[in-house]
């Protein structure tokens, strides 16, 4: 593998297709142990985490259920501040066992301001499973429950992330070249 570019930016390869589904095999397995006889439901934020979402969901051997929220709160490389839902949620979560499935966790704003909406409605339980956590960058508290893979402060693409609209259709991570 070597470098590409997305818009003005290079890449250089970061975390192969065959260790993200390795980690993902992992993290599935620690939640088909976990929420044996919970019926989950999963909530996976678009669009990032669409592939990671379905890549994980295919590993998962419980009984469970997955549905869709659009929310969004970047722009380019950088987060805009504000965090608009642009499909909301259709399903009912009182008293279910949620799982909020992300692509990556950046400032963590996003999902300290989604959160209280979930909590509002009273559900059984709530954990994150995030694909990637950049702990450098975290601007607001929050525990996440499922982590892939732990990176430093670096802007990454692929796999479901983007640069301004494009790079998710590529399998691996790639992170910019500074
Ligand atoms: P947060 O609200 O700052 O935690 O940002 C969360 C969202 O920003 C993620 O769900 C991603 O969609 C996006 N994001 C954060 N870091 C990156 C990155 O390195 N590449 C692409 N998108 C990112
Ligand atoms: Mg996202």
Redesign the pocket.
Known sequence: MSRISVHDKSFEPYISAAAISGKVAEMAGNINRDYEGKKPLFIA?LN?SFMFASDLFKVIRIDAEICFIKLA??KGTK?TGHVITAIGLDTDLFNRHVIIV??????????NEFLPQLRYQQPASMKIAALLHKPQAMMFPLTIDYVGFTIPND???GYG???DGLGRNIPEIYKVVS
Do not use: P
């Not at 992300?102 to 400032?107: C, F, Q, S, W």
């Open positions: 934020i990032g709160s970047y987060s992300e692509d990556i966790v950046d400032t963590g704003k996003t999902m802007f990454v693409v992330l983007d640069y």
